[in-house]
């Protein structure tokens, strides 16, 4: 990963980010604190939202984040940098929120989608609300359907709420999820579709006025 900085001359400089992170995890092991804190600067508001996308609540979000780099700083010994830096983190933080979740009720998440594939695949638009439409219906219908939505992501297994939100909202790869949760790709592109359809078939039987339809069998 490459990111351009202007240098003292003003002419661009590639960085590569990925080596930085890698002095940086050096410098850590080494009990470098100053290091480490600039490893959770780089990386507490990605990890805050998308905990905060898995658990649903501000407080618990702010605690799990914590924890995540607690964890991180006690096992950099055993950090051998086989996977990013940020797919290891992740990889701390969605066992943090599978073991929350598995210990408390689960909550309806902090996450709103614009779109959601189809069965043939394409893109159906959903439009949420405009907070500044001057319709106030048309606001509360907008809001009520955000809510379907965030209800029905909210039901999903732990297992395809992670694989979701690591895809569409971090936009993590199939490869990086993969690596991170130790399961084959295919399995990983499984979990999404039958994800994107639960989300789909809650939307619909909203829209349709019909009930909901009972969850899919789990998905491996």
Not at 7 to 15: E, F, I, K, M, T
Not at 39 to 50: E, F, K, Q, V
Not at 78 to 86: M, Q, T, Y
Not at 154 to 159: A, F, H, I, T, V
Request: hydrophobic share 40%; aromatic share 8%; proline share 5%.
């Amino acid at each position: 990963m490459f990111r351009e900085t202007v240098s003292l001359s003003g002419s661009y400089v590639a960085v590569d980010t990925l080596s930085v992170e890698a002095r940086l995890v050096e410098r850590a092991k080494a009990q470098d604190e100053a290091a480490f804190e600039q490893i959770m600067s780089l990386y507490a508001d990605r990890l805050y939202n998308y905990i905060l996308r898995m658990v649903g609540n501000a407080t618990d979000a702010e605690d799990l984040v914590q924890e995540t780099f607690l964890r991180a700083y006690q096992g950099l010994p055993n950090f051998d940098g086989r996977a990013s830096l940020g797919t290891w983190l992740y990889r701390i933080a969605t066992n943090l929120c599978i073991d929350h979740q598995r210990r408390r009720a689960r909550r309806v998440p902090t996450v709103s989608y614009s779109a959601l594939d189809d069965e043939d695949g394409e893109a159906t638009e959903w439009d949420f609300p405009d907070q500044q439409t001057p319709n106030p219906l048309e606001a509360a219908l907008n809001r009520e359907l955000e809510a379907v939505v965030e209800e029905a992501i909210g039901k999903l297994s732990p297992k395809l709420k992670t694989v979701l939100l690591l895809y569409d909202v971090e936009e993590l790869s199939y490869e990086e999820i993969a690596r991170m949760l130790g399961i084959p790709i295919g399995t990983v592109k499984s979990r999404l579709n039958h994800a994107r359809t639960q989300i789909q078939r809650h939307v619909a039987a909203y829209l349709n006025d019909t009930p909901v339809p009972t969850q899919a069998p789990s998905v491996k």
